[in-house]
């Protein structure tokens, strides 16, 4: 992946302090990470970066509409997403990610790359599971909803011995 130039945090020369970045994501940030999941983004974010003479604390927040299609009927709908995130960024002798709440900066850098954060952010802000809202309270009119409760199995009642009927045709098998 290319480097996104503007998602780039120019830490060098800022005073201690608390310092605000704003982000600005779209379809094209996506892109760029070759993610297809969703049918469009418009979401904004903020760093707000405190810079200490020893170490850095980032504190993300985004906002935002995620277009997706529903799990169930496959029929798009927007997603309201708000979600945040913190990590300290140290400085050590090598570059290292391993931990999610920890990023070491070589000794001597001066910026880093806030668009993998941003993306995780996004990413694993949408649930597992997408479901139309109007699935969940039955106001959505769907041609695939309409063929899932036709094709909805029966609710016959048990028989007098208190068990599925369709099952006592097999029962007569084994006799």
């Not at 790359?113 to 990413?123: I, R």
Request: net charge negative.
């Amino acid at each position: 992946m290319e480097r996104l130039s503007e998602f780039e945090v120019k830490f060098s020369g800022l005073k201690d302090g608390v310092h605000r970045f704003e982000f600005s994501i779209t379809d094209k940030f996506f892109e760029e990470f070759e993610y297809e999941d969703f049918n469009s983004v418009d979401a904004s974010a903020e760093l707000i970066l405190q810079k200490k003479p020893t170490l850095m604390e980032a504190h993300f927040v985004m906002q935002g509409q995620i277009n997706l299609n529903c799990d169930v009927t496959n029929e798009p709908f927007d997603l309201d997403i708000a979600h945040s995130f913190d990590f300290v960024i140290k400085f050590g002798p090598d570059f290292s990610d391993d931990h999610e709440d920890l990023l070491v900066l070589p000794h001597g850098a001066h910026s880093f790359d806030a668009s993998h954060h941003l993306y995780e952010l996004l990413v694993l802000s949408i649930p597992q599971k997408r479901v139309h809202p109007g699935v969940e309270d039955g106001t959505l009119d769907s041609e695939i909803l309409n063929k899932l409760e036709e094709l909805r199995p029966s609710q016959e009642k048990p028989s007098q011995n208190g068990t599925d009927p369709r099952w006592d045709v097999l029962k007569k098998l084994k006799e």
